[in-house]
C-alpha cells in the first residue's frame, strides 16, 4: 500500500526546494484524498506545493498531469505551474472560494460555460502522445485490479460490469473533446470574478459528457439543475438520446468513483482517508441514481 508522505519528510522537502525568496511559512492544506498539498509562503507570496507519485493502478501518470497542468495554465484555466520535480508541482496560490457542492449547483451555468470553453480550447495546447479517458474502460480495468487483489468487493464485480456495459450502450455519439475528467466540486475554484480548475490527474480526451454528468453527480443537482447544466452547454433544447445518455452516464461516473475507492482500499493509505467509508458513500449515491435512471428509462431486456 502507497503510504502519503509524512508531514516531518513533506516539511523537509519542501524546505530543499531551490526557488523561495528568504524564509517560509508551511501550513498543510486539506481536502485531498489521495495526494497532499500545502500552502507555501516567502518573500514572493504564497504558493501551494503539491506532492504526487505515479499511481498506475489508477492511470495516474504525473509527467502528464504536469503537461496538462502547464497547458491548462498557458489557456488561462489554471494557476501558474512555477516548478517541478520529480514528485512535487509548485503553483501560485489563487485566492479563491474552493468549491462545495451547493456552489456548484448555485453556479451550474456558469460552470458550464467554464467547461466549454475548457472543452473547446484545451485540444489547442496539449502536447505528446494524446490520452484517453473512457470511464467504461476505466471500469474494466478497475474490476481486473480489484479481481487479481483479492478485492473484499470481488463478488459484486460481474454485476458492476454488466451494468458498465448497459450504461456505455446508452451514449449518444458526441465529438471527441479535452476533459478534465475529476469534476468533484473541490477541484473547481471561484476568485469572485471567474471560475478556474485544478488537479488534472485524469485529465485527456472523452466526450463532454463525462465532465457534464461528473459535475452533475458530484455535486447532487436534482434532474431540474442537471437540465439546466446541459442546456447551457449545449445552448438549446434536448433531445432525448442526449438526455438518456447524460442519465447514464451520471451513473457510470457514480460506478467509477466508487470502484475507484475500492481500488484505493488496496493500494493507497492517505491521513485521515476512510476509503471503506468513501466506497459505501458513493455506492449508495449510485443506488439512488440507478433507480431514477431506471424509473425513467427501465430495465434493459434480461
Not at 519542501?14 to 498543510?28: D, Q, T
Not at 505515479?54 to 505551474?81: I, Q
Not at 456552489?103 to 458550464?112: E, I, P
Not at 446541459?230 to 445518455?245: M, N, Q, W
Request: contains cysteine; negative net charge; glycine residues 10%.
Amino acid at each position: 500500500m502507497q503510504a502519503m508522505v509524512d508531514a516531518e519528510a513533506g516539511e523537509k522537502r519542501i524546505h530543499a526546494l531551490p526557488i523561495w525568496n528568504g524564509r517560509i511559512s508551511i501550513a498543510p492544506l486539506k481536502g485531498g484524498i489521495s495526494n497532499e498539498s500545502w500552502l507555501v509562503t516567502d518573500a514572493g507570496g504564497p504558493s501551494v506545493v503539491r506532492f504526487g507519485r505515479d499511481f498506475p493502478f489508477h492511470h495516474v501518470f504525473r509527467e502528464r498531469e504536469l503537461m496538462t497542468a502547464r497547458a491548462a495554465a498557458e489557456a488561462g484555466f489554471a494557476p501558474a505551474v512555477r516548478f517541478a520535480e520529480a514528485g512535487v508541482m509548485v503553483t501560485a496560490f489563487l485566492n479563491a472560494k474552493t468549491y462545495g457542492g451547493e456552489d456548484v449547483r448555485a453556479n451550474r451555468v456558469r460552470v458550464a460555460g467554464l467547461l466549454r470553453r475548457f472543452h473547446e480550447e484545451m485540444p489547442r495546447y496539449i502536447s505528446g502522445a494524446g490520452f484517453m479517458f473512457w470511464v467504461f474502460h476505466v471500469i474494466r480495468d478497475y474490476a481486473r485490479t480489484l479481481q487479481r487483489g483479492g478485492s473484499r468487493m470481488r463478488a459484486e464485480l460481474p454485476a458492476y460490469l454488466a451494468l458498465a456495459d448497459e450504461l456505455e450502450r446508452a451514449q449518444a455519439a458526441l465529438p471527441i473533446v479535452f476533459g478534465h475528467n475529476d469534476l468533484l466540486p473541490g477541484n473547481i475554484l471561484d476568485d469572485g470574478e471567474r471560475l478556474w480548475l485544478i488537479d488534472f490527474e485524469y485529465a485527456g480526451f472523452n466526450t463532454a459528457m463525462f465532465d457534464l454528468a461528473g459535475a452533475a453527480s458530484n455535486a447532487g443537482m436534482d434532474a431540474s439543475e442537471a437540465d439546466e447544466l446541459l442546456s447551457a452547454y449545449f445552448g438549446g433544447e434536448l433531445e432525448p438520446g442526449l438526455k438518456r445518455g447524460f442519465a447514464a452516464m451520471q451513473c457510470a461516473s457514480l460506478l467509477r468513483e466508487a470502484m475507484w475507492s475500492m481500488v484505493s482500499e488496496l493500494h493507497l493509505s492517505a491521513p485521515g482517508a476512510d476509503y471503506v467509508a468513501y466506497t459505501a458513500e458513493n455506492l449508495a449515491r449510485l443506488d439512488a441514481a440507478l433507480d431514477s435512471y431506471r424509473s425513467a428509462y427501465g430495465k434493459p431486456p434480461a
